[in-house]
């Protein structure tokens, strides 16, 4: 177990500001989603009980891609448990998740930051690759290329965009608005 002193000047903000942007619902929504991928109930009474030791997260990514993480320590020592976390980190920036929308060790395992767990975890829902279950979160847009011919291309020149004024480019720059200084 990890004791940290309290937090005190712009760190006590910084703190403040991290936990007001907790959602219960968004972390319900994230809990239920994990339980129902690996296939069984999480056993606490929060996300950080629940996530702590990273087993469940390590069975998560082994669910969507498996193989991800080849051995998960069942161990309670303290850094076995976050040795899962790292694993899971890893496994998830090699199945997809940038490295902006990952979270640190310590933010599950001392739970600094659990509102950034909560987000590294929806970002990983996102990800679709080959895993065919339930996703959660908002849906990454998939790519729509169009091909256009040379002659709607042509057709599209004739076109004066509101951005271009009157005159295709013109702008008002000549144009003095109001009295002008006299010296």
């Known amino acids: 177990m990890s004791y940290r002193a309290t937090k005190h000047g712009f760190a006590a903000e910084a703190q403040k500001k991290v936990t007001a942007k907790h959602n219960p619902e968004q972390e319900k929504e994230v809990l239920d989603w ?6 069984e109930s999480l056993s606490g009474s929060s996300a950080k009980e629940k996530l702590k030791d990273g087993i469940a997260l390590c069975k998560l990514i082994n669910k969507l891609q498996p193989g991800s993480v080849a051995k998960i320590n069942e161990s309670k020592m303290a850094f076995k448990q976050m040795e899962n976390i790292s694993k899971f980190l890893a496994a998830i920036g090699k199945y997809g998740v940038s490295v ?3 979270f640190q060790t310590v933010d599950l395992y001392e739970g600094q930051n659990m509102v950034q767990v909560i987000c590294t975890i929806e970002a990983l829902g996102r990800q679709k690759n080959n895993f065919t279950g339930p996703t959660i979160g908002v849906k990454i847009a998939t790519e729509n290329k169009r091909e256009f011919t040379e002659e709607q291309l042509a057709a599209g020149q004739t076109v004066t965009s509101l951005q271009m004024g009157s005159n295709k480019g ?5 144009i003095n608005f109001g009295n002008t200084r006299h010296m």
């Open 170 to 174: 013109a702008t008002a720059s000549g």
């Open 34 to 39: 994990i339980e129902t991928v690996i296939g």
């Open 100 to 102: 902006t929308d990952t």
